[in-house]
Every structure is written in structure tokens, then in C-alpha cells.
């Protein structure tokens, strides 16, 4: 967390649901988003056992629409914040993922290691349903290599936000891997 960001301790409420003998401490966090909006972090931590969880609120609306690039070349860039409102597309050319949302799709917020492993994870499921001598699995196989890699930190790729409605965030570790790009009005239909 950036020197940016300030912790603010708040009442111990709930029972840890994991070891049942905790209590769930809850820590806020006020973070401002390179662009100059405001996030709410929210952490539930366990003062005995490891059990963590996280979430997130936008304080305010990032209306700006445009494009986020956040560059990944090592661990410490796989914690990047990623928060994906539902007009979002996300694209990691390099292992050729894309997700477009589609109609009833949710806001999403993850790290860029919780990307890679649900990408993994139906990357997999695909890869099962196929036929043994289909000419895809090649192609796959050389996917979940890279993806492997990329999960450990040894992969370089780009991740790429494009919303045309505002309201995505990314939140990276090293800003200086980071870049916005504003959409011009005429590339907005
Ligand atoms: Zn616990």
C-alpha cells in the first residue's frame, strides 16, 4: 500500500467464521486512485487463525472512460488491484484471454493473480472437453505453459482495461508500470 493510502482501526465485531475461536478484526482503508478518485478497502482479518478476506467500494465514480494498461513482469505486479465494473472488457493479449462482459455481468474486483487462476481454471475445463487428436490442444498446451509461468511471476504480459462507460480501476503495486489513456470523443459510439 502507498504512502497515499492511511488505515483508519475499527471496532472487533464477528466471530471468525474459519477457526471459530477469533475475532475478526476490520481494517479500512481509504486509497486514492491514480486518477484521483477515492476506494474503500475493506479487510477482515482473524487475529488467530489466517483467515483474511477483502472488499472494496468505490467512494467515488471514475466517469473517465478509456483504456488502463498495467504492465506485469514480476510477483509483485500480480497484486495489482483489479476492479472491473460491468461495461469493462479485459484483455491479456499475450495469453490471448479476453473477457468481454455481457449483459447481466456484475462488478468485479480480484488481484491480477486471481485473473491468471480463474483464466487457468477454465482454460483446463476447455482443454478436457476436447477430442485427443483435436489441433487446439497444442495451441493450449502452450497457453497453460505461459500461464504457469506468468502465476509465478516469470511470464511478461500486459493487462488492458477498455471501458467505455468509466468505473474500472486498476490499482497497481509499481505505478510506474501503469498508464491511462483517455478515450477521444469520436472513438466513443
Ligand atoms: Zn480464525
Redesign the pocket.
Known amino acids: 500500500m502507498s504512502d497515499k493510502s492511511k488505515n483508519d482501526e475499527v471496532e472487533f465485531s464477528f466471530k471468525?467464521p474459519?477457526?471459530d475461536?477469533?475475532q475478526i478484526k476490520i481494517l479500512k482503508t481509504t486509497y486514492d486512485v491514480p486518477d484521483g478518485d477515492k476506494m474503500l478497502l475493506i479487510k477482515f482479518e482473524?487475529n488467530?487463525?489466517n483467515?483474511s478476506n477483502n472488499d472494496v467500494i468505490p467512494l467515488t465514480t471514475n466517469n473517465t472512460p478509456g483504456i488502463m494498461t498495467l504492465k506485469v513482469s514480476n510477483e509483485n505486479d500480480l497484486k495489482s488491484k483489479i476492479y472491473r465494473s460491468p461495461v469493462g472488457k479485459l484483455e491479456i493479449p499475450e495469453l490471448e484471454l479476453f473477457v468481454v462482459p455481457g449483459p447481466n455481468a456484475d462488478f468485479y474486483y480480484t488481484n491480477v493473480e486471481g485473473i491468471l487462476f480463474r483464466f487457468e481454471n477454465a482454460v483446463l475445463i476447455y482443454r478436457k472437453n476436447l477430442e485427443k487428436d483435436d489441433d487446439e490442444i497444442e495451441d493450449i498446451d502452450k497457453i497453460l505453459h505461459d500461464l504457469h509461468k506468468a502465476i509465478k511471476g516469470e511470464f511478461k504480459f500486459t493487462l488492458i482495461i477498455t471501458d467505455t462507460g468509466g468505473g474500472s480501476y486498476i490499482i497497481p503495486e509499481d505505478e510506474s508500470k501503469y498508464s491511462f489513456q483517455k478515450f477521444e470523443h469520436k472513438e466513443l459510439n
Do not use: V
Open positions: 471468525c474459519s477457526c475461536k477469533g482473524c488467530i487463525c483467515f
